[in-house]
């Protein structure tokens, strides 16, 4: 074969979007050609190599006694459309309205005496765990809330037939009778799983397994193709599970296992956190994924569920409302409830992860306990504490792939510690948990990002996490790619959200201005607080050919001053103040020090002021003090900038 005789369309660049190493070479040697986004051609080259490729399993698998066949383009829509799957990690996914959605199951074992699950839902239980006939079914799916719009999904509990323990010990007529009334009632897309509560008779095998066929030959749809909804079994035992799914059998597609004992222990006593998902799951010959955590006490339930998830789970089940535990309102932990849901909501995609990492993290207080996530290129941390008292933890980061130099509440936003050496200092609240994420781009340590570009309007937008987004007053403009300031009573409000308070933390302020010859006095180029030494909080301002820091901690104020300036000539100037709160607050214009002045007499002084907004262009309430010219970057972030970092803070 000629080359001039057959079509190779090689490429010398790199094609955009690809990135991994075989996907380019392929583009690039004219193998394959992208039609669209996941469609591609086999071209010459590629379809040679194909076939060949083809060919050599071909003759493996005729070796082997299999047989061919060719499977039809379009395939039955009930192939594909279960109610109810389970990836290899244990991720449990719903499908509803036409799509497939990401689903964490946080169960209940529900009264069958009150007439309303609603109760639940609302507080944001989202699946009934131990469901016995389909009116049990459609009651959860009643239980509407904002939570859960289209109600509970409902586990269909086996235990009864598969136990001589129950009355309906194989009842194999019962069991069937059960599942068509579901079908009857249209309440397969309600179904979550099949729950196999399995710790009282691990003995038992031929009833099981004949409850077990007779599930997988109803679970059907009617076109008559399996719509799968799995088998959930909860283990007592780190051993038993094993033999559920093996090469002869498979009775399970996901285990569950008891994550803490009813009392408090101390670590590294197994029965506290999640281990036993990892030891079970971890048994030799286990084939199911062991996720779903079993509580049966709620004193530390929040701990106890985030634990749990560090370690792997991929739901939750509480053990129980009524009876002998009471009424599940009672439980110390039922007010947070909602909180937990929220936070499992937004964590869903990372939890869906693998629950191990490259890299690791150790800490010097063996009573909280972590887990290490990797999501989009970054290092996530789960961090929870049983304790009735709040610990406080020194954490070491090794193995992390890339610096990583702040750790950010993953919920708030707020950046909580610096990481040095790779350590940094935390403190998990009692009977408490905090998700973590390790930052390593100054961009997400900001507390405010203006840029101050808008066309019109009144409002200058916050390019940082926290969205303080800046309310234009009294005749502020904005002009030309930037805010016009009159100098009389002209002002950007920034509001007062606590991610503008610095605490203990250092600080940088940097702003773009353009200031025109005639300046009031302690014209505010940045202030909230520090009006006197009562008002605490900070200022940047420029002053008499100056620019000023000051720095209250609501009884006493330090007065930093740069030496003198050059900058109301009406050209553009970046301004800047890096404060090292042990050391001093350095100056800078136009990314060169303009001197610096001794701030450490407050450095353990927590600087907070709720009541002072945010200003821009002028210092606290005095119109007199306004900064007149025009003002197009304003950044503050909660660290102090190296001089190198100063000298590229320009828009």
Known sequence: MLWTHTLIPTMKETPEGAEIPSHVLM????????????????????????????????????????????????????????????????????YKNGAWYPFFPIAVYADGSRADWTVYSVQGFNTNMWAGTYADLQKAKNATSVFNPDGMMSGLGIA????????????????????????????????????????????????PLAVI??????????????????????????????????SNVRMTDIIGSYVTADTVTTYPDETRGALKLITTGNVEQQKNPVVIAQINSGAQFRP?????????????????????????????????????????????????????????????????????????????????NEQSTAQSVTCTIAGLPYTATAVRNFFTNEIEAYINNNQFNITV?????????????????????????????????????????????????????????????????????????????????????????????YAGIVTKGAGSPTDAGYTFMYNNGTLNFWLSNGTARINAVSNNVSITDNAWHTVGVSVTRNGNAVFYVDGISAGSCSVSSLSSSSIVNANRNLLLGSWISYYAYSLRGSMDYVKISKRALTSAEMGTATR
């Open 429 to 521: 609240p009692a009977c408490g948990s905090k998700v973590y994420v390790l930052e390593s781009n100054i961009e997400e340590m900001l507390a405010l990002k203006l840029l101050c570009s808008e066309s019109g309007g009144t409002t200058a937008y916050d390019g940082s996490y926290f969205a303080n987004n800046g309310t234009l007053l009294n005749g502020a403009a904005f002009s030309s790619g930037a805010v016009s300031l009159d100098g009389a009573n002209d002002r950007v409000n920034c509001g007062h959200n606590s991610s503008l308070e610095i605490g203990t933390l250092d600080l940088t302020i940097t702003a773009r201005v353009k200031l025109n010859a005639t300046q009031n006095t």
């Open 160 to 207: 009864g037939y598969t136990s001589p323990l129950f009355a309906n010990y194989n009842n194999i007529a019962l069991l069937t009778s059960t599942i068509n009334q579901i079908k009857a009632y249209g309440l397969m897309d309600s179904l979550l799983w099949y729950y196999w509560d399995n710790e009282n008779c691990p003995g038992e095998w031929a009833v």
């Open 213 to 246: 066929n007779t599930i997988r030959e109803l679970d059907t749809d009617t076109d008559g193709i399996s719509l799968m909804h799995p088998v959930y079994c909860l283990e007592g035992d780190e051993g038993i599970a094993r033999r559920y799914n093996n």
């Open 304 to 384: 106890r569920v985030f634990n749990a998830i560090a370690n792997g789970a991929k739901g939750i089940g509480f053990w129980k409302d009524g009876g002998s535990a009471g009424a599940i309102e009672n439980q110390p932990w039922w007010s947070d409830l909602p909180n937990i849901r929220h936070e499992i909501d937004q964590l869903l995609p990372i939890i869906q992860t693998p629950h191990w990492t490259s890299w690791s993290l150790s800490s010097n207080n063996s009573l909280a306990d972590f887990g290490t996530r990797d999501y989009q290129g970054e290092g996530y941390v789960i961090a929870t």
């Open 27 to 94: 583009l690039r040697a004219g193998l394959i050609n992208q039609v669209m986004a996941g469609a591609y051609t086999y071209m010459p080259l590629g379809l040679r190599a194909l076939k060949k490729a083809e060919r050599i399993v071909r003759d493996e698998m005729d070796a082997a006694g299999a047989i061919e066949l060719a499977l039809p383009a379009m395939s039955p829509r009930g192939l594909w459309e279960q109610t109810g799957r389970v990836d290899a990690f244990g991720n449990v996914k719903i």
